[in-house]
């Protein structure tokens, strides 16, 4: 980025009065820059000022401003994670409900239906998915630097899925089993959609 480049991001974006000479004269260190410019060119490099400030070699300087933007990078991915993991729990959640009321509390005389059976399959199948996703979002907080206080996610609703596999597990392969291999199909067809046995 030019220093004229430069002087147009810091006024269309943060409504600075930069010029290309004024951006000259800073890296001259015949004018100093103020806290609230310094934050915004940090900003815009996407580094942290701290980095941005420090007295180091060159070579040092690039392989910390690397590392810092490789941090706010996992900042972002943990956020994202988080959120999407927030979607898919929802996910998750409204199918085990929609298992568990399937049983009515009658376990023992409960026998899951192809459709049913299908369901707890797909269930523990995003269940496993969540657990990848956790873990990603857990390494991707752990290298960003967010607090431990920041890293919290609901966890009843994953023990409640395990829970609802576990109660019925069985019993869908029980009726898994009876079924013929053309019966599975017309249940289960390869689109992933689901049609009456």
């Excluded at 004269?25 to 420090?54: G, K, N, Q, W, Y």
């Excluded at 005389?109 to 459709?115: K, R």
């Excluded at 996610?153 to 597990?169: A, C, K, Y």
């Amino acid at each position: 980025m030019t220093q004229t480049d430069l002087a147009r991001v810091l006024q269309t974006r943060y409504g600075l009065r930069f010029h290309q000479q004024t951006i000259q004269r800073i890296e001259a260190e015949t004018r100093p820059i103020r806290l609230d410019e310094a934050h915004c060119v940090a900003d815009v490099f996407d580094v942290s000022l701290s980095s941005m400030t420090s007295y180091m070699e060159a070579s040092d300087q690039a392989l910390q401003l690397g590392v810092d933007r490789v941090r706010r990078s996992c900042r972002r991915l943990f956020e994202n994670l988080t959120e999407d993991g927030l979607e898919l729990l929802e996910a998750i959640d409204q199918l085990t409900s929609d298992v568990f009321s399937r049983d009515q509390g009658q376990l023992e005389d409960w026998a899951p239906t192809p459709m049913e059976a299908w369901a707890l399959v797909w269930l523990g199948s995003t269940s496993d998915v969540m657990g990848d996703l956790l873990s990603a979002r857990d390494e991707a907080a752990e290298l960003a630097g967010v607090p431990d206080g920041e890293r919290g996610f609901p966890s009843d609703s994953l023990d409640l899925v395990g829970d609802t596999i576990e109660r019925h597990w069985e019993k869908s392969l029980k009726q898994w089993s009876n079924l013929s291999t053309a019966d599975l199909m017309k249940a289960v067809p390869a689109d992933g959609q689901h049609r009456e046995a």
